[in-house]
Each structure stands twice: as structure tokens, then as C-alpha cells.
């Protein structure tokens, strides 16, 4: 999707930017190899340059994803977005510490032409936006037995957030959320990305640490993604195998990016394999339908798990 052009008398190395980009797996996936070809190939960079040969359109959280990215890359490298691409994507993201995240708005979310991109030190201030995450998924849908489903969800988000703090060696995660309107429909698309320790990394550590087998970077994610498994003392190991259950009855999206490995959900098609590149941390992207009236979804105690069914069903 990017074409890459190394300059080796001058140690420049160009990018180039299609015409067109959505927010989907193919385009996170794209990143993960810029990031690979910058980070872990064998070339030393003077600097690196980010064009388009074309008038670019793209998804708004397309340009938030790479702006967060090309300046995280930025700290250890010279990077420098052409003219054009600078006034499509460095001006319309706004970068924002945690503490001044603020209550979702669907109609102006909806309408904005720019992004936050939320930067957050502490644990303690993402409570807000998971609360705001979980309000919208419970109260813009069809849904039951609320009180018991919010507790339950936020328990969900939550540990997705926290894992950042808990799992990272770097105590601080960037979170990017857009209200997506296509035709009638509005979609919660939400991205929580740390540059910490691998996802891969931790499950490696923690073999090594019990005296267990070699396991595979694809067998690590699929370890993680199993209820009840922490690389972590005490409680956990429930956040990603409950959003997957979650996205699961929803019919939704959910993309997982840590290391050389990806996740990827696609109304109920599950795929893990080796990534095209090397994502240095993890980055968890979900997109849901909002105001989904064709399917209930409740929390049952019982099951301790979520529960929908169709009305097409009844």
C-alpha cells in the first residue's frame, strides 16, 4: 500500500501515501511495516520523507493513527511530512493530555473535522473515557438488565486500558476515539495504543519464567486471548476475551497489533497470523454499530458472559 524509496548517497528514505486510505486492518497492517522498514531494517536514516502524489482523502482516524505513530517514530528519527500532507493531517489532530478528555458527543463527534488524540499518564484519568465507552455501548443500543451490563462492561474496557499500565514498561497509552457516520448509521470506532512491551513479549517472558515450552509469536496471542490467562499475579485475563465475545454478538470489528503478530475480527470471521511488519508496543482498535436496534444484548449473571439474540428470532 506504501511505496518506499531509499536514497543511500543522502540516507533519505521516502514514503509514499496512496491516494485513498480507510481505517480497516489492510491500512493498520501498512503501518505496522512503515514501521519495520524505519525501526528494524539494516539502513541508517538521515531522515525520512512522508508524500502523496496525489490530493489525499482520508478516514479521520487514518490520519490520527499515522499522526500518532510518525511522532512516536519522530523521537529517535528526522521525519518530515510534505506541505500538502502536513495540512491534511498534522492540523486536523489535536493532541490532548488524558486529563482533559471530555464527555462524547455523538452529533458533534459525528461532524468534527478534527481528532484528539488523548495522551494519558496515570491509570487513575481513563476512567472517564472508558465510562463514556461503556455508556454509549449500553444506551444507544438495544439493551437489558443495564445496571449489571455497565458494571460488566467497564470491568471489560477497562482491563484493556489498564493492561497498558500493568503489561508496558512505559506507563502511559494514547487513546483516539471518531463517531463514524455512514449513510443512516453511526459506528463507536475506539483505538488504545501503547509503546510499551509486546503483548508477544509477555507471554514469552512468562514461559520462560515457569519453566515451560518455546511458544510461537501467533501462540502467544492466542494464549492471550484466552479467558482466565494473565501474565500477571492476582486477577485478569478476562478484558480480551470478553471484547471478543462482545464484538463477536455484536457483528463488530476488532483489530489487536502487537509485535509481528495481528488479531483480526470481522462480523464473527476470526483470523490470527504473522504481521506484514513489527508494531513496537500494541495497538487494539474496535469499531460497533450504535443505535443497533435488530439484536438485544444482555449481561446473564448465570453465564457470567454477554448474551443477544435477534428480533428477527422472536
Known amino acids: ?25 489492510i491500512f493498520m497492517d501498512s503501518v505496522n511495516e512503515l514501521i519495520n522498514c524505519i525501526l528494524n531494517g539494516n539502513r541508517e536514516y538521515s531522515k525520512i520523507r512522508i508524500s502523496c502524489k496525489h490530493e489525499p482523502f482520508y478516514d479521520k482516524m487514518c490520519k490520527a493513527y499515522l499522526f500518532n505513530v510518525l511522532r512516536h ?18 492540523s486536523s489532530v489535536v493532541t490532548k493530555e488524558g486529563s482533559k478528555f471530555s464527555e462524547i458527543n455523538i452529533e458533534k463527534a459525528a461532524s468534527a473535522s478534527e481528532l484528539n488524540d488523548y495522551r494519558f499518564s ?21 439493551t437489558l438488565n443495564r445496571k449489571l451490563l ?9 482491563e484493556i486500558f489498564s493492561n497498558a499500565f500493568l503489561h508496558s514498561d512505559r506507563k502511559e497509552l494514547y487513546f483516539i476515539y471518531d463517531i463514524e457516520k455512514v449513510n443512516d448509521d453511526f459506528f463507536l470506532c475506539v483505538t488504545v495504543i501503547d509503546y510499551g512491551n509486546t503483548i508477544v513479549h509477555n507471554v514469552k517472558e512468562f514461559y520462560k519464567k515457569s519453566d515451560k515450552e518455546f511458544i510461537s509469536s501467533t501462540n502467544c496471542l492466542e494464549w492471550a486471548i484466552k479467558k482466565g490467562n494473565t501474565t ?38 476470526k483470523h490470527i497470523e504473522k504481521s506484514n511488519g513489527y508494531f513496537c508496543g500494541t495497538s487494539a482498535m474496535f469499531r460497533i454499530k450504535l443505535f443497533e436496534m435488530d439484536n438485544i444484548i444482555w449481561y446473564d449473571k448465570s453465564k457470567d458472559r454477554l448474551t443477544n439474540i435477534s428480533l428477527n428470532d422472536l
Request: glycine fraction near 6%.
Open 73 to 90: 517514530l519522530a523521537k529517535n528519527n528526522i521525519v518530515l511530512w510534505s506541505t500538502e500532507l502536513n495540512a491534511v493531517i498534522t
Open 232 to 269: 500477571r499475579d492476582g486477577s485478569g485475563g478476562y478484558g480480551l476475551p470478553t471484547l471478543i465475545d462482545y464484538i463477536t454478538r455484536a457483528k463488530g470489528e476488532l483489530i489487536i497489533l502487537s509485535g509481528d503478530t495481528c488479531y483480526n475480527l470481522v462480523n464473527t470471521q
Open 1 to 25: 500500500m506504501f511505496e518506499y524509496n531509499y536514497n543511500s548517497k543522502l540516507r533519505i528514505l521516502d514514503i509514499t501515501l496512496p491516494k485513498m486510505l480507510k481505517y480497516n486492518f
Open 150 to 158: 455497565k458494571e460488566f462492561l467497564t470491568t471489560t474496557i477497562g
Open 122 to 142: 496515570n491509570q487513575e484519568n481513563v476512567n472517564k473515557p472508558v465510562e463514556e465507552i461503556v455508556n454509549l455501548i449500553v444506551e444507544k443500543n438495544f
